[in-house]
């Protein structure tokens, strides 16, 4: 298999793919999702979220395969393709976010196992929570935040 490699977004043109990422992810792991809450999300994406966040791109055999999103020391955004979940993607972009851009919090859906314990088994720890996400809908958020080793 190749190796993975990590680079900036290249621009709004990448959005496409980034969202296609990002919808395989959500089918595998996001199950509690409304069909109706998924959508609106994902056609926030481009538009909304993307601009807002410095996107850094996983590529395995120079095709992306998983990208994550930091706004200052917040991890905003993290997804794997399911196709290549469980291969290490997602713990390259996050070490990487800890290490480059000073990453030291995330919120996670409550809801997403999966999630919830990828990040403790990284040395995160909930120190919050909300009943809602931040538009509003009935999803737990888990705030959790890291760090350094000693």
């Given at each position: 298999m190749?190796?993975?490699?990590?680079?900036p977004?290249?621009?709004?043109?990448?959005?496409?793919?980034?969202?296609?990422?990002?919808?395989?992810?959500?089918?595998?792991?996001?199950?509690?999702l409304?069909?109706?809450?998924?959508?609106?999300?994902?056609?926030?994406?481009?538009?909304?979220?993307?601009?807002?966040?410095?996107?850094t791109?996983?590529?395995?055999?120079?095709?992306?395969?998983?990208?994550?999103?930091?706004?200052?020391?917040?991890?905003?955004?993290?997804?794997?393709?399911?196709?290549?979940?469980?291969?290490?993607?997602?713990?390259?972009?996050?070490?990487?976010?800890?290490?480059?851009h000073?990453?030291?919090?995330?919120?996670?859906?409550?809801?997403?196992?999966?999630?919830?314990?990828?990040?403790?088994?990284?040395?995160?720890?909930?120190?919050?929570?909300?009943?809602y996400?931040?538009?509003?809908?009935?999803?737990?958020?888990?705030?959790?935040?890291?760090?350094?080793?000693?």
């Amino acid at each position: 298999m190749d190796s993975t490699s990590l680079r900036p977004c290249r621009g709004a043109y990448e959005y496409p793919t980034l969202v296609g990422i990002w919808r395989s992810a959500v089918d595998a792991t996001h199950d509690f999702l409304a069909d109706a809450d998924r959508d609106a999300i994902e056609s926030a994406l481009a538009a909304e979220y993307f601009p807002q966040v410095q996107l850094t791109v996983a590529e395995l055999g120079g095709v992306p395969v998983g990208f994550a999103g930091t706004n200052e020391r917040n991890l905003e955004m993290l997804f794997v393709d399911a196709a290549v979940r469980g291969n290490g993607v997602g713990g390259l972009l996050l070490d990487n976010v800890l290490a480059v851009h000073g990453v030291r919090r995330v919120d996670v859906n409550e809801q997403n196992a999966q999630a919830v314990a990828f990040y403790r088994r990284r040395g995160f720890t909930v120190t919050g929570r909300d009943d809602y996400d931040d538009a509003g809908r009935p999803y737990p958020v888990l705030h959790m935040s890291w760090s350094a080793p000693h």
